[in-house]
């Protein structure tokens, strides 16, 4: 089972487990430990996918979330299949499925591919360019450019896997756990504090995960035994906890972060079973100890991407850390010190260093001086102008770079090779800095953004912090988390030093192509070059972040953590701005992609959203109500009967509320008792209308405006004793309502004593109405005297039904003789059965709230939020009767002397009737008076609701329209797609407009 | 993503809070009296500021009661929050 490329030794891999799994297919081997990127090289695949755009042939470039080339498709089944997986972050488990993305028929031989001879006619903005033209034929072009866009496919079903949410509190969160992590975490825990320590890796140790033994000693340990030691130095404590695979995916304001752990994806399947996929951690830390590290630079050269060229310190870890050798004949090409521990570490496990090209004149740090020792070659200011090898890198062709390092001079130089170590410096990570809100600077010596300023409890340290030497990270860390912790901790490491060179940048490297004959990819996920930024500023595109949009460099999944830097900077050779003045795009969050599962977490299926039922709501089930979402209720909507349709029963139920009797259930208004001295002030200053007058026992309608005299609100409300009321509300509006009343109560109104309590849930409410329904009340509630002398409209009864105290008041929202019987909620089931029973002999017929609307609408009764729509005033209701002259105030009565609330042309709410009795109107359909062949037309108003009623054998409508009230009787036009329908302006009130029915 | 102390409940997730606007904007005594420019300048008119901004929260899903913050709204930051009726610091 050994690979080609796996050292006979070493490694943290646990060779005595391997693991069989499949790529493209075929089925290869690894051990517990790797890496799918890690297994797949060390059989020799480096060639893992297509690139986006030209299709050309990538392969692993870093080790870490920061790879941009090998993003897999991780496959299971239709569910839970997942593209866009970094290769180099998936831990290997027995019977993994991955395979490549964005190519066809196969990542060897892709057909795609045609894109790269074509490639320099498709440079940035190609399809905003060519597709624009002409216009219809967009719908044609979309179709194949959306099937070429995109990488992996997604799951088309249901996702089977749990995920978890929780919420975590701590005094001390450091993110991040390489050495300034470490050291950080070796003083927090000697603190009292609660820790919490985090890791994206599966392992702890940042960097000095395969660092080179030869190189470093940490208290005269290698790395890896240093590592391990703290590691359960740490663990002995009981404050601090310590999560792996866990990555920050956003830092927001007040120290409030979002991680995302995963927990079983490393598992082989069965152990996987009934276990939490993914665990959301919404934490809010006291201190926030930000060591989130650096992230190698690639340089920018021509034929930059192709497999086989790989970071340098990604090129090191597979060796040390997996035992894997990613080629035999290496190649470095650096512009720092740090590649030479690649080179020191690659020459002691038997890879042939072919050359170091080095761009700068010389260095005189201790690895360049180990590496002259050893005898390997080094060439100083050479640079690397092209590579060549189709699906793996064979051979670099290097030359010396002139005096000013504008041009290549001299000799091509070919040097053959199968692996190209490439090391551009580093780039402090300070995505979650920025997002937390902190500031940035750029150093024009060191070029790199690094932390300056943030609002937060918030530090940060070690190379996210721009401090890239081991001792001085750690001397650094010692000192600022000491003083970030107000302790006085001694915190020895004694770290082996060695000297290092300085680092020199050259952003685009010349070439001794002409400008545009050369790839120099800057972006490699989204495929975008240094000539398609040249292009972009050629093109006037100036600020960052629009070349950002055009080129769409930065916009991948990796979200430019490689490219970003190297953008900027061509951005600012070429424009001739410092980097300081350009600025950086923004680094929004994730960090790292996140799955849906993970955001919803249990949210999902019956647990999506809260849906509220009404005590009787089982009864309705059970007589096949459809039902309606009201907010988060759910009412019965209509009771289909024998298989009627939806028509057939609103129409059937509407007439039987009219000539026998209904029942509705209207539990889901919503209910505000009000209590207190000035209960009685106070509602005269939120309604309309005058409510010092209404006598203990009397109901009265009521109209509630907003400030700026739109209507905002209705109801009923009851005067229960002298200081007690109840009021109702729409059913949407009940908490809306309770909140401004709360609002006037608390900030304007302090010195009235009122005392507002929602008692919606409280109270089950059943509404039985028509010209029956007086003569099942009596037969259930024995105790009230319900002759029309006694017991008026828009008065209330204390009932009792079976010894249980109940509100009955009679008012009505059909026009029929009506009651609202009011019990506590737990009756509620039982009192609609008694009237069903009650009722049965009278031909009693449940109604859901379709017919409700029908019938109201017949009266002309408005429903708040239908026909209005928050800029409709009581006068454009025609409503003038609810609203008191005489009164001195009340919410919203001066904004209806407003001129633009008095002015003439209004929109008014009138009826329609149809020229065609049977012509049903749209409701939202727009109204004219005048047609033309084809829009514009003048619009003056849309139907706001549209019915058949069915006892008055006809359609009708209710509408705003412009000038409503003065156009009574006017004919009016509904244009609609096929036909143009013909409407007369009515009164709003349809039927028995003198009221008779109230006292049948 | 901010943490609000409620001066009746304690600290407290902005989540459980509602936004009311900017702060001290009394309502006129005497409507009717004022004109329609004045009206308007009571109904529509708000700061909008960057930069310390005196407003009004609510404990919507707590205690139900309102108070008054000062907030930098470029940051966030809240210096202070203090009960209504109470009058901003000078």
Sequence with gaps: MSSKFRLQSGGEINRSEAISFKFNGKTFFGYKGDTLASALLANGIHLVGRSFKYHRPRG?????????????????????????????????????????????????????????????????????????????????????????????????????????????????????SGPAGLAAALIAAKTEKKVLLVDEKPEIGGSLIGSNDNVIRINNDTPKDWIKKTYLELLKNKNVQ?????????????????????????????????????????????????????????????????PGIMLSSAVRKYLNHYAVKCGNNAIIFANNDDAYETALS????????????????????????????????????????????????????????????????????????????????????????????????????????????????QISIGSCSGIFNLKKIIQDSNLKVNDFLKTEIKNEIIVSDYNSGNFKNIWLLPSDKVTGKTKSFVDFQNDSTANDIKLALREGFKSIEHVKRYTTTGMATDQGKISNMHALGIISEITKTKMGELGTTTFRPPYTPLT????????VKQFFDITRETPMHSWHKKKGAKFEDVGQWKRAWYYPVNNENMHDAVQRESKAARNNAGILDASTLGKIDIQGRDANEFLNRIYTNAWSKLDIGKCRYGLMLNEDGMVYDDGVTTRLGENHYIMTTTTGGAATVMNKLEDYLQTEWPELKVFLTSVTDHFATVSVCGPNSKKILEKIVKNINFEDQKFPHMSFKDGIIDNIKCRVMRISFTGELSYEINIQANYGKAVWEKCMDAGKEFKITPYGTEAMHLLRAEKGFVIVGQETDGTITPVDLQMDWIVSKKKYDFIGKRSLYRSDTMKDGRKQMVGLLTTDPNEILEEGAQIVAEVKKKPPMNMLGHVTSSYYSPNLKKSIALALVKNGKNLKGK?????????????????????DKEGNKLNA | MFIIKCPYCGERDHTEFSYGGEAHIVRPKQPTELSDDQWAEYLFMRKNIKGLQYERWNHSHGCRQWFNVARDTSNDKIHLIYKMGENPPK
């Design chain 1, 346 to 457: 690659l020459h002691s496990k038997g890879v042939k260093i072919k050359a170091i090209i080095d761009i700068r004149e010389e260095s005189n740090g201790d690895l360049v001086k180990k590496c002259t020792d050893l005898g390997l070659k080094i060439m100083w200011k050479h640079s690397v102008v092209s590579t060549g090898g189709h699906k793996k890198i064979d051979k670099v062709f290097v030359m010396k770079l002139s005096a000013d390092n504008n041009s290549v001079v001299g000799d091509k130089i070919k040097i053959n090779c199968d692996l190209l170590c490439v090391s551009g410096g580093y780039t402090p990570a300070v995505h979650l800095f920025t997002q937390s809100g902190g500031k940035l600077s750029f150093d024009e010596k060191k070029f790199y953004f690094y932390p300056v300023k943030t609002t937060l409890n």
């Design chain 1, 60 to 176: 692993f470039l870093g080790s870490g979330s920061e790879e941009p080339n090998a993003i897999v498709q991780v496959y299971k089944d239709e569910a839970k299949k997942e593209p866009n997986v970094r290769a180099t972050e998936i831990e290997i488990f027995e019977g993994l499925e991955a395979k490549s993305q964005n190519c066809w028929p196969s990542v060897n031989f892709d057909f795609g591919e045609i894109n790269n001879l074509f490639s320099p006619i498709i440079p940035a903005g190609f399809y905003y360019k060519t597709f624009m033209w002409p216009a219809k034929f967009w719908k044609k072009y979309e179709y194949f450019i959306r099937k070429s866009a995109g990488l992996g496919i997604s799951a088309t079903q249901r996702d089977p896997d749990l995920y978890d949410h929780k919420y975590y509190h701590c005094e001390v969160l450091i993110v991040g």
């Design chain 1, 971 to 991: 004919k009016l036009y509904v244009p609609m797609q096929n036909k143009i329908i013909e409407v007369i302006v009515s009164d709003s009130v349809f039927l």
């Design chain 1, 242 to 306: 310590i999560l792996n695979r866990t990555s920050v995916a956003s830092y927001h304001n007040y120290n409030y972060l979002i991680m995302v752990q995963n927990l079983t994806d490393h598992l082989n399947e069965n152990d996987k079973k009934n276990k939490i996929r993914q665990r959301l951690w919404k934490v809010r830390a006291k201190k926030v100890i930000l060591a989130t590290g650096s992230i190698e630079r690639t340089m920018i050269f021509d034929c930059n991407d192709r």
């Design chain 1, 596 to 603: 849906f599962g993970a955001l919803v977490g249990r949210n």
